[in-house]
């Protein structure tokens, strides 16, 4: 399942409405997915999926504190495995070149890898579909 969440041509809200367990009028998904922010409609998926789970803890009474720890390791060891092989020199695929550049404009890649050789990552940014990718995000 977690491959499906990565090579799935299926755009975040499509694959919410994929993994439903139960089937919703097209009111239901409209109204569902235009009160969404992107990172809830993540959130929403990564929960769906079972790669995290949703934990709320009251602080001070008042307060409540919400985090996602992960449910399950896997998604995240193939992420990071296939960044670090490409780093290594693997010829990328559209969206770990994405991710890579993305995560190294962010000043996140050194979180993913532990070492970040910055002549691959140019090599790999200044690629036609990441640099177009990154420059959209971007803006």
Do not use: C
């Not at 993305?102 to 910055?118: I, N, T, W």
């Amino acid at each position: 399942m977690a491959a499906d969440l990565e090579t799935s041509p299926l755009s975040v809200p499509e694959q919410l409405i994929h993994v439903s367990e139960k089937p919703h009028t097209v009111k239901h998904w409209v109204s569902a997915i235009a009160s969404k922010s992107p990172a809830g409609l993540v959130e929403d998926l990564l929960i769906s999926r079972g790669v995290v789970h949703r934990d709320e803890v009251k602080v001070l009474v008042y307060f409540t504190s919400v985090r996602y720890p992960e449910s399950n390791p896997i998604p995240e060891r193939q992420i990071r495995s296939r960044v670090e092989s490409v780093l290594a020199a693997a010829e990328p695929d559209e969206r770990t070149a994405v991710l890579i550049s993305l995560a190294q404009a962010g000043g996140l890649l050194s979180r993913l890898v532990d070492e970040v050789p910055k002549d691959r990552v140019k090599e790999i940014s200044e690629g036609d579909t990441t640099s177009a990718a990154v420059k959209a995000a971007d803006t």
